[in-house]
């Protein structure tokens, strides 16, 4: 019973679960709004019909998306002082600043323009119209830098200084706060991954009307926009998790460690990349593994001689600075999650190559099991994002901020384990009822297929896009 | 100037405007069940803030935002302290957020059944509950010497923040009626602008039960200046709705709104949580705040970005500021 009611545990549990959950609608949401604006201009600059229906289409799918990130977006912002007070307090100084930025620049900016988007259709100038997408989207990715410059600083805090005299951490750099190693390759990587997602249902929700031989019109432009951005985006991820592994290396040894249970400092041809490994259920025994040599010094420090240090190492370094404890994350979480992570990204990157390679020249493949494939671009590479941010998150511990404070010590001390467990079973169950429904309207969506859009005004030559009303 | 000061008083200008916007399209939420006699009538309703209901809850969330940065302290405080009421708002505001968008997903009459449900009930626990809390904040509430409040929830719902919550309940819902009134034709304009008329009565006298109370029990000299400000301009607001005057109604309960949330803070400074139980214990603008630093930067942001937010708001408010027929809806492709 006492285990079942423990705050800290029922708080990360809850934690995890609404931040996981929000960052669903999240990578969707930003890829999506850039995926309309695309589109939107390509029907501007061209006024064909089929542009403006492509647009309207996954417009309509980014605004299911959209209601959900929303409205989970506020629990984030609240649960920071609702169940983890002492971290507000020691570090609200530094940590509030870019979530203050965040609305006042970003949040604002991408809550007026969408709404000026979804019913401004017949209201705004063709021009103007056009720009409230590019705006929501431009606001989407801008909020993501200052959320995710907040995250570099519990990753690799920078930019602050400790007033013993209050006890707690305070801001006395903001410029060094914004351009945190980590913030700055984290960022890229982000975005491209989300822009990887996008590209992600649009191969899924193409595929499923091409399988059909159905929206011929509008699904191959879709199609091809899709396997394009997945390619070119799936390589700037790569490109940039390089750039991040690199700053981890460089600031939380202990992750990288992690990630690939690596128990002892290695070198050179030993410092392997594991892709696969069978061990004992606590890691401490391998039983089977196949192996890269070289790789793992390569990914770590760009070269072939270099020296990775392990787990027991750092601990050992850890518990002279910090005390004693333990400092190490759950190893099978970091080292799984760190492979799917990889593992799924790049099976996409390949599958849109193999795509583009089947569609060439208007080609349409015949074989089932080609679409099969395709349309769970979306599902996966999404799960790939959220194994990216798991491995980030658990990678991190026991560390809330990375050597400034510990997550149990984080926790508010006066909202007692029933009062979690409250709130658990409440936003799991409301959660999960809105899931159903989301994805259920989603799929529903898809499956209607592009919208029409009626003949194109006589005199202009151009479509006269219909209001939009709830 | 003192920045902390300063900054208590952006946190207050930011849940003004949070009450403000927010305030009347609960509201308008509300007020389903009153005015909605059909579902094109729901509709009508629902369409009259669909471009803005999400402009407007931001609000929160760049106040929740500057509260964190501003004021560390006072953050940690209260979102923890008042826990299980916040909980309540945020599954409110979520049941009623999705709604707006998927009602009108599928035509059944059960599932818009379902989502106009979450609308009223998503509206009204937040009006209320935005009130109690707000009436806790300004009774005071018991906190250790490491500022965690101590008490229950049940110690929140006590007669005078009740009555504090009933107050904002009403005025948002009057507020709201009116606007619909404002943005609205016909039939279910003049059946708003009735509602109105009789919801502003219980309302005047509830807003002023409750001013009295504060004022008497934790007034300053600046909390009755701005009392005295919302209960005419209340006043005046149902008195220029009773003529018709949608447009001046409209903007004269903003002005009760604003007023009322400024007098609140009013009657809290330089205290922003006071203890109950211990004076010592109180969070002030000094103990609670940011550093210098922090503050000249957030400074330096809120006053280049501020009155650019206000400025692309307004504008969106004035690209819609057209009357929501039913005609309009019935026209519309769903």
Redesign the interface.
């Known amino acids: 019973m006492n285990e079942l009611l423990d705050p800290l545990l029922l708080a990360r549990w809850q934690f995890g679960l609404t931040t996981i959950y929000h960052f669903l609608f999240v990578p969707l949401t930003i890829g999506l709004a850039s995926t309309a604006a695309v589109f939107q201009t390509a029907w501007y600059r061209t006024g064909k019909a089929e542009y403006l229906r492509i647009t309207r289409f996954f417009g309509g799918i980014f605004?299911?998306n959209?209601?959900?990130g929303?409205?989970?977006?506020?629990?984030q912002?609240?649960q920071?002082?609702?169940?983890w007070?002492?971290y507000?307090?020691y570090?609200?100084?530094?940590?509030?600043?870019p979530?203050?930025?965040?609305?006042?620049?970003a949040?604002?900016?991408e809550?007026?323009?969408?709404?000026?988007w979804?019913?401004?259709w017949d209201?705004?100038p063709r021009g103007l119209h056009l720009a409230t997408i590019w705006c929501t989207a431009i606001g989407s990715i801008v909020s993501a830098y200052f959320i995710i410059a907040a995250n570099a600083f519990m990753q690799n805090p920078v930019g602050f200084q400790i007033?013993e005299e209050k006890g707690?951490a305070?801001?006395?750099d903001?410029g060094a706060l914004l351009t945190n190693p980590v913030a700055v390759a984290a960022f890229p990587h982000t975005i491209a991954a989300s822009f990887m997602v996008a590209a992600g249902l649009v191969i899924s929700a193409a595929a499923w009307h091409l399988a059909r031989n159905q929206h011929l019109d509008t699904m191959r432009p879709a199609l091809k926009f899709g396997l394009w951005v997945m390619v070119g985006s799936g390589l700037l991820t790569t490109l940039f998790g390089d750039q991040l592994s690199l700053a981890m290396v460089a600031t939380q040894p202990m992750k990288m460690a992690a990630a690939e249970a690596t128990y002892d400092t290695v070198c050179g041809a030993d410092a392997s990349f594991s892709i696969f490994t069978l061990g004992t259920p606590d890691g401490s025994t391998e039983l089977f593994s196949i192996r890269v040599p070289y790789l793992l010094s390569f990914l770590s420090t760009h070269t072939f001689d270099g020296c990775v240090e392990g787990i027991n190492d750092l601990q050992a370094q850890y518990q002279e600075l910090f005390g004693p404890g333990d400092y190490t994350p759950i190893i099978w979480v970091t080292y799984w999650s760190f492979r799917w992570m990889i593992g799924l990204g790049l099976a996409h990157v390949l599958v849109a190559v193999v795509g583009l390679w089947l569609t060439r020249r208007g080609r349409l493949p015949k074989q089932r099991w080609v679409w099969k494939i395709a349309i769970w671009s979306f599902p996966l590479s999404l799960a790939a994002m959220i194994v990216g941010w798991v491995f980030t998150e658990m990678g991190r511990q026991p560390w809330i901020v990375f050597s400034q404070m510990f997550t149990e010590s984080a926790v508010?001390?006066?909202?007692t384990g029933l009062?979690v467990l409250?709130?658990l079973i409440?936003f799991t169950l409301?959660y999960g009822a809105?899931a159903v429904?989301?994805v259920r309207?989603v799929i529903?969506?898809i499956k209607k297929g592009p919208?029409e859009v009626g003949e194109p005004d006589p005199e202009t030559g151009r479509h006269e896009p219909?209001?939009?009303?709830? | 100037m003192d920045l902390t000061v300063l900054w208590f008083w952006i946190v207050a200008f930011l849940f003004v405007g949070y009450f403000v916007l927010d305030g009347f399209d609960f509201g308008v939420g509300m007020s389903l069940p009153f005015l909605g006699r059909d579902d094109v009538d729901r509709r009508v309703l629902i369409n009259t803030i669909g471009p803005i209901w999400d402009l407007n809850e931001t609000w929160v969330i760049v106040a929740g935002a500057a509260l964190f940065a501003a004021f560390p302290e006072w953050y940690a405080t209260l979102f923890s302290g008042f826990y299980l009421a916040l909980l309540l708002i945020l599954l409110a505001l979520i049941a009623r957020g999705v709604s707006f968008e998927y009602r009108h997903q599928r035509p059944e009459s059960q599932w818009k059944q379902w989502f106009d449900r979450m609308i009223i009930v998503g509206s009204a626990v937040p009006a209320l509950l935005w009130g109690v809390a707000f009436a806790n904040i300004v009774q005071g509430v018991p906190l250790d010497a490491d500022h965690n409040f101590t008490g229950s929830l049940i110690d929140l719902l006590n007669p005078y923040a009740l009555l504090g919550g009933l107050t904002t309940l009403l005025l948002f819902f009057t507020h709201g009626v009116v606007f619909v009134s404002l943005k609205t034709e016909g039939d279910l304009r003049e059946r708003a602008r009735r509602l109105a008329a009789r919801a502003g009565v219980i309302t005047i006298v509830v807003a002023a039960a409750f001013l009295v109370w504060t004022g008497l029990a934790y007034g300053s000299l600046w909390f009755w200046i701005l009392a005295a400000v919302a209960a005419v301009a209340l006043i005046a607001g149902w008195l220029a709705n009773a003529r018709g005057a949608e447009g001046v109604a409209f903007t004269l309960l903003a002005v009760t709104v604003a007023a009322a949330v400024f007098a609140l803070f009013a009657s809290l400074f330089p205290d922003v949580m006071p203890a109950s139980n211990d004076p010592a214990n109180s969070l002030t603008i000094a103990n609670a705040s940011s550093s210098t630093y922090t503050l000249t930067v957030m400074s330096w942001v809120a006053l280049v970005f501020l009155p650019l937010v206000l400025a692309y708001q307004g504008w969106t408010y004035w690209v819609f500021r057209k009357r929501v027929t039913r005609a309009s809806i019935e026209a519309a492709v769903h």
Request: glycine residues 10%; without cysteine.
């Open positions: 605004l299911i959209f209601a959900m929303v409205v989970t977006g506020i629990v912002e609240f920071f002082g609702m169940n007070s002492e507000s307090r570090v609200g100084d530094v940590f509030g600043a979530l203050a930025l965040e609305g006042l620049l949040f604002f900016f809550a007026t323009f969408i709404g000026l979804i019913f401004g209201k705004l007033n707690r305070e801001l006395v903001i508010s001390p006066n909202v009062e409250i709130s409440a409301i809105l429904v989301e309207l529903r969506a919208p219909a209001a939009t009303v709830y």
